[in-house]
């Protein structure tokens, strides 16, 4: 399909890169690569970018590409500066212009959050959330962002007021994948609920370190299936992240599928109640918010 956008958006965290050609606020096609700024140095980023949205760019004229995530990072295409919480998640006027080669491109980089005590800082999820609040803009209470280093972000009047990041999702990569509990959770895919719940117990009354290395000894003196056990470690680790939680209002999980599900289960076992928001174009919808110009 010949598209001719007025301006791409590019959602690029650590481990994927998401384009959409844009007219306005509509996207009009997306394309992806699994090119994620992790495993890139600063010179690959334009080519990596160019084999992506290459097929949407003309000859003779600049488009505008706005981006976000962790092509921001120091290790990045380009350093954006972060800013300080409390604030609205995004502000159109702090972009950073990114140096390139094609003279098709005008790449700039949105920044990312800070908070200095206690240290902390994101980057690509502010996005979300701006795309969300754009939505719910009179929403009070805490945003749950799972993933690799899941955020939850305290959200009233419109800013951002703290937040907080967990590894949860890269102690599971590497628990799994790395360490001797890898014996027991080979060939567990699937969702066991009752070894979750269980898993989630146990974590959030600070028994997780105790309690990971009981997988490897069930499953040898006991035949603990590996189903189970892959899914009693994800509530292990869950049950840990949300161990005192508390929302101070409304509780938003921005995500989809098996992630989301997994943190909703683990909510209502703690009794606490929530809802889940598709995460897919939230991002998107946050990059449309800082081309326009409009701050939240």
């Given amino acids: ?37 992790s495993g890139l140095a600063r010179e690959d980023f334009e080519p990596a970018l160019l084999r992506v949205i ?36 995004v502000a159109p006027g702090e972009t950073i212009l990114a140096p390139t080669q094609d003279p098709r491109l005008s790449l700039r980089i949105t920044p990312g959050l800070s908070q200095a005590s206690p240290a902390d800082v994101m980057r690509g999820e502010e996005t979300q959330i701006a795309g969300f609040l754009a939505g719910e803009p009179a929403f009070a209470g805490a945003l749950i962002l799972p993933g690799t280093h899941s955020k ?65 000894a069930e499953g ?23 161990a005192g939680f508390d929302p101070g209002g409304d509780c938003v999980v921005i995500g989809a599928g098996g992630l989301a599900r997994a943190y909703l289960a683990a909510l209502r076992s703690l009794g606490l109640a929530a809802r889940a928001c598709d995460g897919a174009e939230l991002a998107r919808r946050g990059l449309a918010l800082i081309q326009e110009g409009k701050n939240l």
């Fill in 1 to 37: 399909m010949n598209v001719s956008p007025e301006w791409i958006a590019v959602d690029w965290g650590s481990s994927n890169l998401r384009a959409f050609a844009m007219r306005g606020g509509e996207p009009l096609a997306e394309s992806a690569s699994g090119e994620g700024a």
């Fill in 54 to 89: 290459g097929p949407w760019l003309t000859e003779g004229r600049v488009t505008p590409v706005l981006a976000c995530g962790m092509v921001g990072a120091r290790h990045g295409w380009i350093e954006a500066p972060y800013r300080a919480v409390p604030c609205a998640p």
């Fill in 152 to 216: 939850q972000a305290r959200i009233a009047d419109g800013k951002v007021l703290s937040f907080s990041t967990w590894m949860t999702g890269e102690l599971f990569a590497l628990l799994s994948q790395g360490s001797v509990l890898r014996h027991s959770l080979q060939s567990g895919e699937g969702e066991d609920l009752a070894a979750f719940v269980e898993g989630v117990g146990i974590g959030a009354e600070g028994r997780a370190l105790r309690g990971l290395f009981a997988l490897r």
């Fill in 220 to 242: 040898l003196l006991e035949g603990l299936p590996a189903q189970a056990a892959r899914s009693r470690l994800s509530g292990m680790l869950i049950g840990a992240e949300l």
